[in-house]
């Protein structure tokens, strides 16, 4: 299949084929660009008079002088936005030595100011952290997150949350020991984590930890001093590394099918709820003062089993927590189990749901806590409209028997490459029903699966004689960041053919051009400012103004359409 027809719409310049810089971009697609970003907790820790602190310079102190995270290659600059005045940092970057999968990452470390504890970390702190890969996220393949293990599983869970419409890989990890101690778990859990963020497309908030990637809203600390620290009680690994190989179980994964780009919620509401553990014993007024605590807004039951509570005499429990709900506190379920769901099997749990008491069915309390603060921090939000979201998934915090699934490949590779072959003819041909077909016929995982090319379907479909087919694969999941073999995204496929329709269609999809395209799209711009500006190079007032305009997407057309021409 061919990289896409670079059609010249104005045939007076000659379009760069992927052919001619084949060569320089082979270079620059071997390398992988991961954003570090150090935060604190024991990975980063020297002993001091005190007990265990963070230490500064983990970049020079713990990984330049590792052979498996320097490969000794010249030193290059990384820019680094460092601020909210956008302040770009030129940080020294490192580079592993070449991976199993014919990749290196190159990296850089970013050190917060202030290196916490974890156990000190807050809703600033996850700001913090989402604000960091939102201003950097064009410029990186992925990011990996170094924080302690304390607070770890709370931070997945609250940056799952916040980064909205995520389509690159966020890893978060940490470890039991410090990297200066001789036998640590360090080493293996940032090398596991930048191989997963630079070279694998899971854009979801994970957490790598004793060779095993989890959903990070799943998890949960399990082990205070074990390296096996974490674990993912209702949810299987997205992913093992044993051997030399991480294996994902890309049935799994989670991909942004809401064809809007990538954005941040911050200041999540922790200071509005509670989370309150029954006991044999406990008395409903103890539950009614937690639930008259001045401004509350939301509280998380750790209920037995399936989500059962004692009813108190005369009722009296479900009475308080009834009555709170009707002052429009949000009252959630989750079990003090650590696995299975809260369901209203027992009449007690029944009782519970009566109330108005939400179901939060198999999340951890973690995920539980921090969604209920996400939703609470949300505008126009309502008692209601944050009840009924408890207990739908919106990252895959909870098990939901209906979500539709991505299936990987179990056909042999010939099976596979015929079938993207076929798909591929569809979408030259802009056979929209035959696409439909085979996507449906479990055949999800090929949306990221590439061709001989590193072509994805999103790659044809961004040159396709028609935009519905590429509406349909971004609302299916395909990502709109992978790079074929010549180094180009999808974006710079579509603008490189001059149609401006699916330029604007990727963009409104959160795609943006790789650092590694900027100079070949700026010199392009030149001479087609128009398209390109779309892409979003080139003169600042086409850019400005293409930006400026809403555009939407019109299923009844199946177009892009201008919000000034929509009204
Ligand atoms: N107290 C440390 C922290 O959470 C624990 C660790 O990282 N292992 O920062």
């Given amino acids: 299949v061919s990289t896409g027809t670079n059609l010249d719409l104005t045939g007076t310049i000659k379009m760069e084929t992927p052919e001619l810089d084949a060569a320089k971009a082979e270079e620059a697609t071997q390398e992988s660009r991961v954003l570090i970003i150090m935060t604190g907790g024991t990975i980063c820790m020297q002993p001091s008079p005190s007990g265990f602190i963070p230490a500064r310079g983990f970049q020079e102190k713990c990984m330049a002088p590792v052979p498996t995270f320097n490969d000794g290659s010249a030193?290059?600059?990384?820019?680094v936005v460092a601020n909210a005045a956008r302040e770009i940092q030129e940080n020294p970057s490192l580079r592993t030595p070449m991976t199993a999968y014919g990749r290196q990452v190159r990296y850089t470390v970013f050190e917060f100011e202030e290196l916490l504890d974890s156990s000190s970390i807050d809703a600033?702190?996850?700001?913090?952290?989402?604000?960091?890969?939102?201003?950097?996220?064009?410029?990186?393949?992925?990011?990996?997150i170094l924080h302690g293990t304390d607070s770890l599983a709370y931070t997945c869970s609250a940056l799952s949350f916040m980064l909205q419409n995520l389509g690159k890989p966020v890893v978060l990890t940490g470890s039991q020991a410090p990297m200066l101690e001789l036998q640590n778990?360090?080493?293996?859990?940032?090398?596991?984590?930048?191989?997963?963020?630079?070279?694998?497309?899971?854009?979801?908030?994970?957490?790598?930890?004793?060779?095993?990637?989890?959903?990070?809203?799943?998890?949960?600390?399990?082990?205070?001093?074990?390296?096996?620290?974490?674990?993912?009680?209702n949810c299987a690994p997205l992913a093992v590394t044993n051997s030399m190989r991480t294996n994902v179980n890309w049935d799994m994964v989670h991909r942004p099918t809401s064809l809007e780009p990538f954005s941040i919620q911050t200041?999540?509401?922790?200071?509005?709820?509670?989370?309150?553990?029954?006991?044999p014993g406990i008395k409903p007024e103890m539950v009614d003062a937690v639930l008259k605590l001045d401004g509350l807004r939301g509280l998380i039951l750790e209920t037995f089993g399936a989500g059962n509570a004692p009813s108190g005499q005369d009722n009296a429990m479900i009475n308080v927590l009834a009555s709170a709900i009707k002052r429009g506190?949000?009252?959630?379920?989750?079990?003090?189990?650590?696995?299975?769901?809260?369901?209203?099997?027992?009449?007690?749990?029944?009782?519970?749901?009566?109330?108005?008491?939400?179901?939060?069915?198999?999340?951890?309390?973690?995920?539980?806590?921090?969604?209920?603060?996400?939703?609470?921090?949300?505008?126009?939000?309502?008692?209601?409209?944050?009840?009924?979201?408890?207990?739908?998934?919106?990252?895959?915090?909870?098990?939901?028997?209906?979500?539709?699934?991505?299936?990987?490949?179990?056909?042999t590779l010939p099976e596979r490459i015929q079938t993207l072959t076929s798909m591929g003819y569809a979408i030259a041909h802009g056979d929209l029903e035959k696409v439909q077909a085979i996507t449906k016929t479990e055949h999800h995982w090929l949306l990221n699966d590439a061709d001989y090319s590193g072509n994805t379907p999103i790659h044809l479909a961004a040159t396709s004689p028609s935009i519905k087919i590429l509406h349909f694969?971004?609302?299916?999941?395909?990502?709109?960041?992978?790079?074929?073999?010549?180094?180009?995204?999808?974006?710079?496929?579509?603008?490189?053919?001059?149609l401006s329709e699916h330029t604007l269609l990727l963009r409104k999809s959160g795609a943006h051009l790789h650092s590694d395209e900027r100079p070949a799209a700026e010199l392009l711009?030149?001479?087609?400012?128009?398209?390109?500006?779309?892409?979003?190079?080139?003169?600042?007032?086409?850019?400005?103004?293409?930006?400026?305009?809403e555009w939407e997407w019109d299923a009844g057309e199946n177009r892009m359409i201008s919000g000034s021409a929509l009204s």
């Fill in 75 to 79: 030193s290059a600059t990384m820019d």
């Fill in 473 to 498: 694969l971004l609302s299916q999941g395909g990502s709109v960041h992978l790079r074929n073999r010549a180094g180009r995204t999808p974006l710079f496929l579509a603008a490189n053919a001059g």
């Fill in 329 to 411: 506190i949000v009252i959630v379920n989750v079990t003090q189990c650590l696995t299975g769901s809260v369901s209203p099997v027992y009449a007690t749990g029944m009782s519970l749901s009566r109330a108005g008491v939400v179901a939060g069915l198999d999340m951890t309390t973690e995920g539980a806590l921090t969604k209920l603060a996400y939703l609470l921090a949300l505008p126009e939000s309502t008692p209601e409209s944050i009840a009924k979201r408890m207990s739908v998934s919106i990252r895959g915090e909870l098990t939901e028997s209906s979500l539709p699934i991505f299936r990987h490949p179990d056909g």
């Fill in 124 to 144: 600033r702190g996850w700001t913090q952290i989402a604000q960091a890969i939102e201003r950097n996220y064009t410029l990186f393949d992925g990011f990996v």
């Fill in 185 to 233: 778990d360090a080493t293996d859990n940032l090398l596991g984590s930048l191989v997963v963020a630079g070279l694998f497309m899971i854009p979801e908030v994970c957490l790598y930890f004793n060779n095993r990637l989890f959903r990070g809203n799943r998890t949960t600390k399990v082990a205070a001093s074990d390296f096996a620290a974490f674990d993912a009680p």
């Fill in 267 to 279: 200041n999540l509401d922790t200071t509005h709820v509670a989370c309150l553990r029954i006991f």
């Fill in 525 to 549: 711009a030149r001479h087609r400012p128009f398209v390109w500006g779309m892409a979003g190079v080139g003169p600042k007032e086409i850019r400005q103004r293409e930006m400026e305009e």
